[in-house]
């Protein structure tokens, strides 16, 4: 896909530059050109969804929004500071943006945040998954999207108080999910025969999935030919100044760009353009691991989530996909091998036979930007500047309802 070149006019200035094209990023610059404005797309990369969006969990999971702040971390917290807890870790730092993050993060560790944080989550996921049904109504484009359901697998039973209660929270929503024995689960999917010690399983019927980098690459094309996109690969922008006209941007490789507003959906890399504009940032870094493998003789159809691992598996085609691993504060991208060696050995543990672990692709990890509260932060941050930004896990889920809201508040911001 040929890439803009920003140096042709000097003088020309875009309606609106959207930083970053990960799933995000497109989906805000498709619902701004749909609405007939005219869009720059900025990424660093040399492609789209490259970065956390590129081999992600791949679950549309647009029932299960719970945030990662709850009253069961005060627990892990010894665990996960002495890296005892497999799946999810932390690495302390002097930096005082870490401390308050994770100050504000533990603070949102009660039973009433998290209700709050978990249901204004859930309104955005159902934003989505409506504007993602009418993109598909409108473009079907292929993505290996389908709706098989997923199955959240506790093998502790003492959480089924806890999972009733935030079910029938979601309900008000319209949001169906069902209490399953053990054997019911395995009869709606065989698979779970190799789960052992099951307690119990919640069930969300309607829960989708799709591979998004699939499905960014599959839009950008769209966005190209039929809106007017203007993708700029390879531009690693490094300044923004408010002008009198709008912004200017300027990239490490001497490129600029002038645009009249700007969107910021650059995911963990936001964090750096806002500390340039003196904006504190609510992002820290969580990595997070993934593999790709061939279906195994016992390959799940429908989605699951070991909740005690804190895994994922999803049926993309005829490959596999696991997901997991939680690594607070981590800011580089570069697998660690023993990392990705605990993912594999988990994976193993939970379905013995859902893949061919044999036959595992290169181990991918990425960075997800998580605020304290779990929640994107979809906000006017200067005149002219809107943040679409935070979205942690759930940003495959959100992308779509957060590019709504994002080009809402460009075609009203000042």
């Known amino acids: 896909?040929?890439?803009?070149?920003?140096?042709?006019?000097?003088?020309?200035?875009?309606?609106?530059?959207?930083?970053?094209?990960?799933?995000?990023?497109?989906?805000?610059?498709?619902?701004?050109?749909?609405?007939?404005?005219?869009?720059?797309?900025?990424?660093?990369?040399?492609?789209?969804?490259?970065?956390?969006?590129?081999?992600?969990?791949?679950?549309?999971?647009?029932?299960?929004?719970?945030?990662?702040?709850?009253?069961?971390?005060?627990?892990?917290?010894?665990?996960?500071?002495?890296?005892?807890?497999?799946?999810?870790?932390?690495?302390?730092?002097?930096?005082?943006h870490y401390w308050r993050w994770g100050l504000a993060f533990l603070r949102n560790a009660t039973a009433h945040r998290l209700e709050r944080n978990t249901l204004a989550t859930l309104a955005l996921a159902l934003e989505s998954r409506a504007a993602m049904a009418e993109l598909l109504a409108r473009h079907p484009i292929a993505f290996d999207h389908t709706a098989p359901g997923k199955l959240h697998v506790y093998y502790d039973a003492a959480a089924l108080p806890k999972a009733r209660a935030m079910i029938a929270a979601k309900h008000q929503f319209g949001v169906r999910q069902n209490v399953l024995t053990p054997a019911q689960a395995i009869a709606?999917?065989?698979?779970?025969?190799?789960?052992?010690?099951?307690?119990?399983?919640?069930?969300?019927?309607?829960?989708?999935?799709?591979?998004?980098?699939?499905?960014?690459?599959?839009?950008?094309?769209?966005?190209?030919?039929?809106?007017?996109?203007?993708?700029?690969?390879?531009?690693?922008?490094?300044?923004?100044?408010?002008?009198?006209?709008?912004?200017?941007?300027?990239?490490?490789?001497?490129?600029?760009?002038?645009a009249k507003k700007i969107a910021l959906c650059a995911g963990i890399d936001s964090h750096g353009l806002l500390r340039q504009l003196g904006i504190r940032s609510p992002l820290m870094a969580v990595k997070g691991y993934s593999f790709t493998a061939p279906c195994g003789a016992q390959a799940p159809a429908a989605s699951i989530t070991d909740t005690a691992r804190k895994l994922v598996f999803c049926k993309l085609g005829n490959s596999i996909r696991v997901a997991g691993l939680a690594d607070l504060n981590h800011w580089d991208s570069t697998p660690d091998p023993q990392r990705f060696a605990?993912?594999?050995?988990?994976?193993?543990?939970?379905?013995?036979?859902?893949?061919?672990?044999?036959?595992?692709?290169?181990?991918?990890?990425?960075?997800?930007?998580?605020?304290?509260?779990?929640?994107?932060?979809?906000?006017?941050?200067?005149?002219?500047?809107v943040l679409n930004i935070g979205h942690g896990m759930l940003g495959w889920t959100l992308a779509m309802g957060s590019g709504e809201r994002a080009a809402r508040l460009v075609l009203h911001a000042p």
């Open 1 to 96: 896909m040929p890439t803009a070149n920003p140096t042709t006019d000097p003088e020309r200035i875009v309606d609106v530059a959207v930083l970053g094209a990960g799933v995000v990023g497109i989906s805000t610059a498709y619902a701004l050109a749909r609405r007939g404005r005219q869009v720059a797309l900025i990424e660093r990369g040399q492609g789209p969804a490259l970065g956390a969006s590129f081999a992600n969990g791949a679950q549309l999971s647009y029932a299960y929004t719970d945030a990662m702040a709850a009253p069961a971390l005060w627990k892990q917290l010894p665990g996960m500071l002495l890296g005892r807890d497999a799946a999810f870790r932390t690495r302390a730092s002097a930096d005082p």
């Open 188 to 258: 709606i999917e065989p698979a779970l025969i190799a789960a052992r010690d099951m307690a119990f399983v919640v069930h969300s019927p309607e829960e989708e999935v799709g591979d998004p980098f699939k499905f960014s690459s599959q839009l950008l094309h769209l966005l190209c030919a039929e809106y007017g996109v203007e993708p700029y690969f390879d531009v690693a922008v490094h300044g923004l100044h408010r002008t009198p006209e709008g912004w200017h941007l300027q990239a490490a490789n001497g490129l600029h760009l002038r």
């Open 342 to 385: 605990q993912l594999l050995a988990m994976a193993q543990a939970s379905l013995p036979q859902a893949a061919e672990y044999a036959q595992v692709a290169s181990p991918w990890a990425g960075l997800r930007p998580v605020t304290p509260h779990s929640s994107p932060v979809i906000a006017r941050a200067q005149p002219g500047l």
